[in-house]
């Protein structure tokens, strides 16, 4: 079992950079791939990006390419979401994941955060 707790959310401007953190329990973090997801209202929950297990391959959606950065530090059981050059249209909740392999869609995924809103104003 794994517990992920998001956190980091809030509002921010267009144009602006927000970091997310998403906290691991147990001792078996660093045997999951890590993923972050995104759900817009009205909309269904989309992959945004993954992290491999040693953090040394990371996959992106392409409405996100050379904006947002995953990273993972497997010795404090943390994964990172950086964003920047944010838009209105990245307005959605976060969701930490976290699953064996690459999973670029919701029913494949192993564990959820709660998580966390993120609202970018024009």
């Known amino acids: 079992q794994v517990r992920l707790v998001e956190s980091g959310g809030g509002l921010v401007q267009a144009g602006g950079s927000l970091r997310l953190s998403c906290a691991a329990s147990?001792?078996?973090?660093?045997?999951?791939?890590m993923e972050w997801f995104r759900q817009a209202p009205g909309k269904e929950r989309e992959f945004v990006l993954a992290?491999?297990?040693?953090?040394?391959?990371?996959y992106y959606a392409d409405s996100v390419k050379g904006r947002f950065t995953i990273s993972r530090d497997n010795a404090n059981n943390t994964v990172y979401l950086q964003m920047n050059s944010l838009k209105p249209e990245d307005t959605a909740v976060y969701y930490c994941?976290?699953?064996?392999?690459?999973?670029?869609?919701?029913?494949?995924?192993?564990?959820w955060g709660q998580g966390t809103q993120v609202t970018v104003s024009s």
């Open positions: 994941a976290a699953a064996e392999e690459v999973r670029y869609f919701r029913d494949d995924i192993d564990y």
């Open positions: 147990g001792n078996t973090f660093s045997s999951y791939v």
């Open positions: 992290i491999s297990r040693s953090g040394g391959s990371s």
